[in-house]
């Protein structure tokens, strides 16, 4: 649970092509005068963001919120929205507010992201608002401590010795110390909790009774501690890539990093396939080899100067995130095994891109849930992973994480979310089976806390949080849930009431197919993942 990333997604199809169905949530048609008010000043978007090319036809402002809800006359900070308006106003279907994932990921843009991935006939219904949580981005403050701190090179994340443990551990301390000198007094109000509550903010300032929520990846358990705490306030939701609220959030690192090492043999088997092609082994074990390979060679002499095996790790990660990514990645991968050729691989090397995403993960997962106290836990846990051969992510997710050790803030308990009293109106949970960041059982987790849900599974799905993304028969049921309310029902027991196949893994690399896969064939999405 860790490093944005940009996950490639395709633009949605069709509304239509639902299984047997009821309907949930459907509402009557609102007229014109009907619509949300909102006492936000719109203005013009920024450009310069996030996802800032989807913001072009959007509305962007701000929501003053408390600092400390307790306190409510108190510190104000600010939360920025945007938002793409309804023009079906004959069958307006209220707000639809949405979520990206991180924690930390930048969600502005999203209002012009979901107006442009749905159906145009099931996005017109809609008031479509994106935002950044509080400290993230477009937000006042946006929080930073160190832009610097994950710039190249950085130590290798598997420590050779104490001494190479030591460093990482400095390094970590570092961090969480500037964030306490320079936002001490913001991290103990970055709880999910704060978010939820802003959310009902927004809500208020629309002038909406009601929301309806897509949250993707970490959005999922937002969404689900919003409906926690304001089930009255709920109309319609989309959890896709559900976290698993019994991980909440150190348990999570190591089941993900089980998940990750699985993912990534995965892919490396697949790179095998086409050895004719990539020439990095013809099995999964020789094209692992050929990586660890230049993984060592690149601690000892940085490709291009600027990639180290912890930078190298990072970049060739996103192949477990997104099968997207396998044509491309084995590209860059094979131009710098075979020939000694950094530059497609130097274009991957994040720079310069600032800390403010690192720094808000941080923050919410560090007053979250409590994490172990003694250092001695995390890296136990780690060094067992590494040795039981869960190489890939084990320490890279150790070291992520590890400024929390050192946080600036006390943690709280875990918040416990669900629906005892059963008020939550029908929603959907979508879960891919082989999905890494958020592994399968956060979905009939959250199916069992929220009995109204009903749970979407993708039979042999690798891409994390990947609806809206091709998969007509996933996105058909989305978009028909969102246009009237239809929901295929609950089945008895605790799996998925519903099911679609994972589309085929890209089995072309050839090179239109390899400029195809890295155009996203259709949208390019900044997706954190928990």
């Known amino acids: 649970m860790k490093r944005l990333v940009i996950i490639a997604a395709a633009t949605v199809l069709g509304v239509g092509g639902t299984t047997a169905a009821v309907s949930a949530g459907a509402a009557p048609a609102r007229t014109a005068t009907q619509v949300a008010a909102s006492n936000i000043a719109w203005a013009a978007c920024p450009t310069d963001v996030t ?52 924690p930390g990921g930048s969600g502005l843009y999203l209002s012009g992201g979901l107006a442009s991935w749905l159906p145009k006939e099931v996005a017109a219904r809609y008031d479509i608002i994106g935002f950044d949580p509080r400290g993230v981005e477009s937000s006042k403050p946006a929080l930073t401590c160190d832009a610097g701190y994950s710039d190249p090179t950085r130590p290798d994340y598997v420590p050779a010795n104490a001494k190479e443990e030591r460093a990482w551990l400095a390094k970590s301390k570092a961090y969480a110390d500037a964030c306490r000198q320079k936002f001490g007094w913001l991290l103990p109000h970055m709880r999910t909790t704060d978010s939820a509550r802003d959310v009902d903010s927004i809500r208020k300032a629309l002038g909406a009774p009601q929301i309806s929520y897509y949250g993707f990846s970490y959005g ?40 990750f090492e699985r993912n990534m043999k995965l892919w490396w088997g697949w790179v095998a396939k086409y050895d004719s092609i990539y020439h990095l082994g013809t099995t999964a074990k020789q094209v692992e080899a050929a990586y660890y390979k230049a993984r060592a060679a690149a601690e000892k002499s940085p490709i291009g100067g600027k990639i180290g095996p912890s930078e190298l790790d990072d970049i060739v990660l996103s192949a477990g995130y997104n099968t997207g990514y396998y044509i491309p990645f084995a590209e860059i991968l094979s131009a710098w095994v075979t020939k000694q050729d950094p530059a497609p691989l130097l274009g991957w090397v994040n720079e310069g891109g600032g800390d403010n995403g690192l720094a808000v993960y941080l923050a919410v997962q560090g007053v979250d849930a409590p994490w172990p106290s003694k250092w001695k836990t995390w890296h136990r846990d780690a060094a067992r992973q590494y040795a039981n051969g869960i190489r890939f992510n084990s320490w890279s997710n150790t070291w992520f994480n590890a400024p929390i050790h050192y946080w600036g803030a006390e943690s709280g308990k875990a918040f416990k979310i669900g629906d005892k009293g059963k008020d939550v109106p029908p929603f959907l949970l979508v879960q891919s089976t082989l999905d890494a960041a958020t592994p399968y059982p956060g979905g009939p987790q959250m199916r069992k806390l929220f009995p109204s849900a009903t749970l979407l599974a993708e039979q042999g799905g690798k891409t994390h949080s990947n609806t809206l993304n ?29 099911s679609c196949d994972a589309l085929p893994a890209l089995n072309d690399p050839n090179p239109n197919a390899v400029k195809a896969a890295g155009a996203g064939q259709g949208k390019d999405v900044p997706v954190g993942r928990p």
């Open 220 to 259: 999922t358990y937002l969404g689900a501690t919003y409906a926690t705490m304001f089930p009255e306030k709920v109309k319609r939701m989309v959890w896709d890539g559900n976290v698993d609220s019994r991980e909440v959030w150190y348990g999570g690192q190591l089941k993900q990093n089980e998940a």
């Open 470 to 498: 091709g998969n007509a028969c996933l996105d058909d049921k989305v978009t028909a849930y969102l246009a009237d309310g239809t929901l295929a029902p609950r089945k008895p027991g605790k799996g998925a009431d519903v």
């Open 51 to 102: 996802g800032g090319s989807y913001l072009k036809n959007a509305e962007c402002g701000q929501v003053e919120v408390p600092l400390d809800y307790r306190k409510p006359g108190g510190r104000k900070i600010s939360v920025a929205v945007s938002r793409v308006k309804a023009t079906d106003k004959a069958n307006y279907q209220g707000v639809l507010l949405g979520n990206p994932g991180g």
